[in-house]
């Protein structure tokens, strides 16, 4: 198993309640439950949105014993340096400002949780999001993406639609009066960023062989249209989504990237 990380001091703490964790039931949930007969001889890429609850303590937890459980090996990747888009919508700078803050909520994620992961047996390797932004065929992905967005109009609207469906959320959870101003033109790009460096991401992912993706929810609209149009078609038993459910849960907290800034303050985002 390699690990791209340092050691570093985390200035957050995250316990496992046995008795919370005893509570918690997850289970796969698969758009075609054939699917599920495969894992046993299926590598999954287990991809973690950095601050979210669901990838910290008891929740992150039962996930590698599901895991474990279930596949025959596993992956994980940090999407820490992705989050500097989001990290930037309530605030006045760029999204590269937070470039620096976002690398460093993927480490303190990585040393918090390593009680976590380390039970995960079949894991192979821990990957950072850099390694798709330095990638050497970023840029080629970059432009057969971004052709195809131009000139499919039904592939334009399922990144549209998910923007969309973002920020009503955002704007229903922190639109309070710690944000009395909200630039929806300025959200819409950072999102609309976000999203297409998150897609020409998957696209490359296919050379890490992995059969599933899991993730605690839903893949979004953009992401199964990527799937559909560049991934399937020279991949089609590679990157099929799988999502988590937890039985017996409590409503799941906004996520919440801790980074670290001169005011030591926190960001949130959904």
């Given at each position: 198993?390699?690990?791209?990380?340092?050691k570093?001091?985390?200035?957050?703490d995250y316990?496992?309640?046995?008795?919370?964790?005893?509570r918690?039931?997850p289970?796969?949930?698969c758009?075609?439950?054939?699917?599920?007969?495969?894992?046993?001889?299926?590598?999954?890429?287990?991809?973690?949105?950095?601050?979210?609850?669901?990838h910290?303590?008891d929740?992150?937890?039962?996930?590698?014993?599901l895991?474990?459980?279930a596949?025959s090996?596993c992956?994980?990747?940090?999407?820490?340096?992705?989050?500097?888009?989001?990290m930037?919508?309530?605030?006045?700078?760029?999204?590269?400002f937070?470039?620096?803050?976002?690398?460093e909520?993927?480490?303190?994620?990585?040393?918090r949780?390593?009680?976590?992961?380390?039970?995960?047996?079949?894991l192979?390797?821990i990957?950072?999001?850099d390694?798709?932004?330095?990638?050497p065929?970023?840029?080629?992905?970059?432009?057969?993406?971004?052709?195809?967005f131009?000139?499919?109009?039904?592939?334009?609207?399922?990144?549209?639609?998910?923007?969309?469906?973002?920020?009503?959320?955002y704007?229903?959870?922190?639109?309070t009066e710690?944000l009395?101003?909200?630039?929806?033109?300025?959200a819409?790009?950072?999102?609309?960023?976000?999203?297409?460096?998150?897609n020409?991401?998957?696209s490359l992912?296919?050379e890490l062989n992995c059969?599933?993706?899991v993730?605690?929810n839903q893949r979004n609209?953009?992401?199964?249209e990527?799937?559909k149009r560049l991934v399937?078609?020279?991949?089609p038993?590679?990157?099929?989504?799988?999502?988590?459910?937890?039985k017996?849960?409590?409503q799941?907290?906004p996520?919440?990237?801790i980074?670290?800034?001169s005011?030591n303050?926190?960001?949130?985002f959904?």
């Open positions: 198993m390699k690990q791209d990380h340092e570093i001091k985390i200035p957050l316990s496992t309640n046995q008795s919370g964790r005893n918690i039931k289970v796969f949930k758009k075609d439950n054939s699917y599920r007969a495969s894992f046993k001889h299926s590598r999954c890429l287990l991809t973690i949105s950095v601050g979210q609850e669901i910290e303590s929740k992150f937890s039962v996930t590698v014993d895991i474990n459980n596949f090996s992956i994980i990747l940090v999407d820490d340096t992705l989050q500097r888009h989001t930037a919508l309530d605030s006045d700078e760029d999204a590269s937070f470039y620096k803050s976002s690398l909520a993927g480490d303190f994620w990585l040393e949780n390593y009680q976590y992961y380390k039970n995960l047996a079949i192979e390797d990957v950072r999001w390694r798709w932004l330095n990638h065929e970023y840029f080629k992905r970059e432009t057969i993406l971004k052709n195809l131009q000139k499919d109009p039904s592939y334009r609207k399922a990144f549209e639609n998910t923007i969309q469906a973002f920020l009503r959320r704007r229903r959870r922190f639109l710690d009395p101003s909200f630039n929806t033109a300025r819409h790009r950072l999102c609309l960023d976000y999203l297409l460096e998150e020409i991401a998957l992912w296919p059969h599933f993706e993730y605690p609209l953009a992401m199964s990527t799937h399937i078609p020279d991949y038993t590679l990157l099929h989504a799988v999502s988590i459910k937890f017996n849960r409590r799941f907290k996520q919440i990237l980074h670290c800034q005011s303050n926190s960001n949130k959904i």
